[in-house]
């Protein structure tokens, strides 16, 4: 059972990871691209893509490898909002960063419960083999 918290959460992975494949699309085809007209860098979007369903399903597996992936895009927004000084780039690259910690907290304190949940099942397995090998 999900608490209230959790749905928070949850809804702020998902919108978190549509805002962050929109801004990498608007980014690299309107807002600033590398080259007039667009750029194939529109492509980083795609990864984003793959896990969009398993996230909106609360598949745990899901929200655990993208908390991971996703700091790759967190990698980028810094660097690029490092190097590129004074340009809507720039701006877009913290906006990248910034919508990248927001997924990975959201996801982060969403799976809590589910992990603390499976270290309490390790612990009692761990006990009632101990209890069951001094017998």
């Given at each position: 059972?999900?608490?209230?918290?959790?749905?928070?959460?949850?809804?702020?992975?998902?919108?978190?990871?549509?805002?962050?494949?929109?801004?990498?699309?608007?980014?690299?085809?309107?807002?600033?691209?590398?080259?007039?007209?667009?750029?194939?860098?529109?492509?980083k979007a795609v990864p984003?893509?793959?896990?969009?369903?398993?996230?909106?399903?609360?598949?745990?597996?899901?929200?655990?490898?993208?908390?991971?992936?996703?700091?790759?895009?967190?990698?980028?927004?810094?660097?690029r909002g490092w190097s590129?000084?004074?340009?809507?780039?720039?701006?877009?690259?913290?906006?990248?960063?910034?919508?990248?910690?927001?997924?990975?907290?959201?996801?982060?304190?969403?799976?809590?419960?589910?992990?603390?949940?499976?270290?309490?099942?390790?612990?009692?397995?761990?006990?009632?083999?101990?209890?069951?090998?001094?017998?």
């Amino acid at each position: 059972m999900e608490t209230t918290m959790q749905k928070y959460f949850h809804w702020g992975a998902i919108g978190s990871l549509g805002t962050l494949i929109i801004l990498c699309v608007l980014w690299e085809m309107v807002l600033a691209p590398l080259k007039p007209g667009g750029s194939w860098l529109v492509l980083k979007a795609v990864p984003l893509l793959l896990p969009l369903y398993g996230v909106w399903k609360r598949d745990i597996y899901t929200l655990q490898w993208t908390s991971m992936m996703i700091l790759l895009y967190f990698t980028e927004g810094v660097v690029r909002g490092w190097s590129d000084i004074g340009s809507l780039s720039a701006w877009l690259g913290w906006g990248e960063a910034a919508v990248v910690c927001v997924y990975f907290v959201c996801a982060v304190l969403y799976l809590r419960p589910y992990k603390r949940a499976a270290k309490k099942m390790a612990r009692e397995l761990l006990d009632k083999i101990k209890v069951n090998t001094v017998k």
